[in-house]
């Protein structure tokens, strides 16, 4: 096992868990109505300075931002991808950082160097000098008050999520990454990606009603969020909105003296194999498009592109973007696993369409594993999946599988996977899987519904049906859908491995 010193990547993991707000915490600060704010950016602030750096640092990344509630993941995926392939030809960027969340397998997948993960040892290094740098400052310096309306010290170290955005700064500072992509985590404002003060360009993806206590429950809210990434002096881009959104994008640009550029697809995308074939991923495209060409101008002022026609590396890197979890197709003998984390209703929708658009030409029973733990909106999100199916014209699902997300049967969680933020009694309980199976069986009788403790449970009992439900030419179609938690231990389990 990699190790900093004699602490290890294990050690680094365990330690990065306690930082998680436990289940208890997280419901009694929602009952106060405690939410994200300024403060939480002014922390970060605090937090950036007692590693070594200041704001104005970061301007040495280079950083493309992006937010959204569907498709920056996606985006974030086909910019590094593009940037990736003129990496090969050209000098800039000698180093390409892309810092995501959340992860699939291996927290270290959160932050990559050149299309890779960092590897054990690099996280391990990085995680505890960040770890101690933050303790001797608070030692040197006594404990700091930045919420001045609750007058409660700052942590000495941030949050789980927060500490991994803070290490990703310091660790591609310390690494000399010169270009580095940004997905945001929660909203953009008060995100703690949000302290970046000149990105090279900032865009924001398709927007909709998520996480709707941080950001608020209507689109104009959750836009006011999402424009925060937009910076004065750095160009914007977004793509198609509702209305009332694209309005309050449009204003907030306009506050900070920015012209919002609203992209319609991309004409030069005719021809190129942006997968999966659909409207959606055309559209994170074309947004992709346009902050990698923003990059490209400030780290190659000299680059010349084609307005009629993308040269060879923007349809390479489109054509050839790897972003897990995301639409994948499997191959297990008589079982074709269709694996996409969909986390809203409007994505469980889209995720559904195109697993029915993969069945089209196939016969055999259809199979779904899903959960969404911790969100009690998610019921209501099945009924979405139901109808979408039915209107391809595809019937129903003919066995439901609702699991948690705990990774295996004898051992539990895998380390990266635990999470603190979740009521373990429900968890314990399989309340949500309860839940969702009575209201499945509700809207679907004819459906076999079964409710299961965990991952690798649910799998095997899809397994098990490849052996029995099977006849000759046929193939059991399933589809593991919603949280990225669930498709990150499905995919672990499926392939045998322990990171991408």
């Not at 900093?4 to 929602?30: C, E, F, H, K, M």
């Not at 993941?73 to 940037?83: H, K």
């Not at 897990?324 to 986390?343: F, L, M, Q, Y």
């Not at 990774?407 to 968890?427: C, H, I, L, M, S």
């Amino acid at each position: 096992m990699a190790s900093q010193g004699d602490r290890t990547y294990n050690d680094a993991i365990d330690a990065l868990n306690s930082l998680q707000t436990p289940y208890a915490i997280v419901q009694a600060r929602r009952k106060a109505g405690i939410r994200p704010d300024a403060a939480s950016v002014a922390e970060m602030q605090v937090y950036l300075r007692r590693v070594g750096y200041a704001p104005s640092d970061l301007k040495r990344l280079n950083i493309v931002h992006v937010a959204g509630t569907k498709g920056k993941g996606s985006t974030c995926a086909f910019v590094a991808s593009i940037l990736s392939q003129y990496q090969k030809l050209h000098s800039a960027p000698s180093k390409l950082g892309l810092f995501t969340s959340p992860h699939l397998i291996a927290v270290r997948e959160r932050i990559k160097i050149n299309g890779a993960s960092i590897g054990e040892e690099l996280f391990a290094r990085y995680f505890f000098e960040v770890w101690d740098k933050l303790g001797e400052a608070e030692e040197r310096e006594g404990q700091t008050v930045v919420d001045q309306r609750l007058g409660i010290p700052m942590p000495t170290r941030p949050v789980y999520s927060r500490y991994l955005t803070l290490m990703s700064y310091y660790l591609y500072l310390q690494e000399g990454v010169d270009c580095a992509v940004y997905e945001t985590g929660i909203g953009g404002e008060f995100d703690a990606t949000n302290i970046v003060e000149n990105p090279v360009a900032s865009g924001i993806s398709t927007l909709g009603i998520d996480h709707v206590f941080a950001l608020g429950d209507t689109i104009e809210k959750i836009a006011w969020h999402k424009a925060g990434i937009i910076k004065t002096g750095s160009p914007a881009f977004t793509i198609e909105q509702v209305p009332e959104a694209a309005e309050v994008l449009k204003e907030r640009a306009k506050e900070k003296g920015v012209t919002l550029k609203i992209l319609d697809i991309d004409p030069r995308l005719k021809g190129v194999n942006v997968r999966p074939d659909a409207l959606f991923q055309k559209k994170n495209a074309s947004l992709g498009i346009a902050l990698a060409e923003a990059a490209l101008q400030k780290l190659s002022p000299n680059t010349n592109i084609d307005s009629s026609q993308l040269p060879q590396q923007f349809v390479d890197g489109l054509e050839q973007v790897v972003w897990r979890g995301r639409c994948e197709v499997k191959v297990e003998g008589p079982i074709i696993w269709h694996v996409d984390g969909a986390h809203t209703v409007d994505s469980l929708k889209m995720a559904t369409r195109w697993f029915a658009g993969e069945c089209a030409e196939r016969t055999g029973h259809k199979a779904l594993i899903f959960n969404q733990q911790g969100r009690d909106e998610a019921v209501h999100f099945l009924e979405g999946i139901i109808s979408s199916l039915k209107a391809q014209g595809q019937g129903a699902f003919d066995h439901v599988v609702f699991c948690t997300n705990v990774t295996y049967a004898e051992t539990g969680y895998k380390r990266d996977f635990v999470n603190y933020q979740y009521d373990p009694a429900a968890v314990k309980a399989l309340t949500a899987q309860r839940a969702f199976a009575e209201k499945w069986s509700a809207l679907d009788p004819q459906a076999k519904v079964v409710v299961l403790p965990t991952i690798e449970d649910a799998i095997n009992h899809v397994r098990a049906l490849g052996k029995t439900e099977v006849r000759q030419g046929e193939t059991i179609q399933a589809l593991i859908t919603g949280s990225l938690h669930l498709v990150g231990g499905a995919l672990s389990i499926l392939e045998g491995v322990d990171a991408f």
